[in-house]
């Protein structure tokens, strides 16, 4: 996964709690995006940007929050964190072209 | 909601034997790809095929697409144990934002060696 880093890999939340996923990448692209993970459910879009300073919501954009104030990095806060937010985050970024690279993910638990 | 279903949701095979993977969509599309997941790992990209293309190929790995049934499928030519993973399609849409992809819940590939 060369190119998109997140950080961090890992982390526990408790109710209520709030933090910030953070996305970095290295190759240049205009479009970056913010996926979860849940068992049996494939990957669903948060939220992604299609160039610094842009940021438009996806399919489950509810209790996220994102910003893109460089092109290379793009964040993902959680203002107040829910058990229902346990998951596996993804960030993946986009070239010219169809394809995305993606990040090796943020393991995160609410309890 | 999810654009792609993959069948089957899991596959356990030898090495040595095909993989065969399919994957249903619902909408139009412009493209269609293929994404591979080693356990506790990001995806990466395998192979894409656009909507007028029917058939594609890279090295192992075979890919066709049939617009008229709204289906694909991959196959993994002589398996390797390295190929156990997870296997998702993908689809960017046609006539709204293709750049974002909708993915599929994923067929898990065993291969035992």
């Known amino acids: 996964n060369a190119g998109v880093t997140q950080t961090p890999k890992f982390r526990v939340l408790k109710t209520g709690q709030s933090m910030t996923l953070l996305c970095a990448q290295d190759m240049n692209h205009e479009y970056m995006y913010w996926y979860r993970q849940d068992p049996g459910m494939g990957l669903r879009l948060i939220h992604y940007?299609?160039?610094?300073?842009?940021?438009a919501k996806g399919e489950v954009p509810d209790g996220y929050n994102v910003s893109r104030l460089k092109k290379q990095n793009f964040l993902l806060g959680l203002e107040s964190a829910a058990p229902s937010q346990t998951s596996v985050y993804f960030c993946?970024?986009?070239?010219?072209?169809?394809?995305?690279?993606f990040g090796a993910g943020t393991r995160l638990s609410v309890l | 909601s999810q654009q792609g279903e993959e069948d089957p949701q899991a596959l356990s095979i030898q090495e040595g034997e095909n993989a065969t993977m399919n994957c249903s969509y619902k909408t139009s599309i412009n493209n269609l790809q293929w994404y591979r997941q080693n356990s506790g790992r990001g995806l990466v990209h395998l192979i894409l095929?656009?909507?007028?293309?029917r058939e594609k190929h890279s090295g192992r790995l075979r890919v066709t697409l049939d617009t008229s049934k709204k289906s694909s499928s991959l196959l993994i030519t002589a398996s390797r144990a390295a190929d156990t993973a997870s296997y998702f399609c993908?689809?960017?849409?046609?006539?709204?934002?293709?750049?974002?992809?909708?993915f599929g819940k994923g067929t898990l590939l065993t291969v035992n060696p």
């Open positions: 940007s299609v160039g610094e300073g842009t940021t």
């Open positions: 993908a689809t960017g849409e046609s006539g709204g934002s293709n750049y974002k992809l909708t």
């Open positions: 993946a970024t986009r070239p010219p072209g169809d394809i995305q690279y």
């Open positions: 095929i656009r909507s007028n293309e």
